[in-house]
């Protein structure tokens, strides 16, 4: 596990932006942290190093939003308003693609989470200080000495 303070959203985004740059087709980042933790602005960094030139925002309402990066697909998922798996979206089709996979609110889906993934905690510490935890499992190890 490797621990990183942010002072700011510029700092939650650059960090985003680090992580984004090594990841590999089919990646799959978990986010967890209370609302308002800070989940969406590493999903913005990540967006921003894949290529994607949209603006990625808060996808609360629609569950999944799609994203086009440099040769790769961004998906970012927001399962707070998921009621469990009893719902019309094959969210599995998204989790195994060979695009990118940022989850918020991952453990709605615990069934169909893959056994190996990069996990990510926000805690807020105050009004602009974040504690960040960045934890791979199985292969994802490897990035953690890398950010
Ligand atoms: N260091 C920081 N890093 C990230 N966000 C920060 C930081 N300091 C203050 N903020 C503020 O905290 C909020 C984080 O919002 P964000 O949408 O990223 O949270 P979230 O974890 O995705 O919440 P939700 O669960 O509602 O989706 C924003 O209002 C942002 O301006
Ligand atoms: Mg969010």
């Not at 086009?68 to 927001?78: E, I, M, Q, R």
């Amino acid at each position: 596990m490797k621990s990183f303070i942010s002072n700011s959203v510029e700092n939650t985004i650059e960090l985003g932006s680090k992580i984004g740059a090594l990841l590999n087709p089919g990646d799959v980042i978990l986010l967890t942290g209370d609302l308002g933790a800070g989940k969406t602005h590493i999903a913005k960094g990540v967006g921003k190093a894949l290529g994607v030139k949209r603006i990625i925002n808060s996808p609360t309402f629609t569950i999944v939003k799609e994203y086009s990066g440099n040769n790769v697909k961004f998906y970012h998922l927001d399962l707070y308003r998921l009621d469990g798996l009893n719902n019309d979206f094959d969210l599995e089709e998204y989790i195994e693609s060979d695009g990118i996979c940022v989850i918020e609110w991952p453990h709605q889906i615990e069934e169909i989470l893959p056994k190996e993934y990069l996990n990510i905690k926000l805690l807020r510490l105050d009004d602009n200080q974040r504690k960040i935890e960045i934890e791979g499992i199985g292969r994802y190890k490897k990035y953690e000495e890398m950010i």
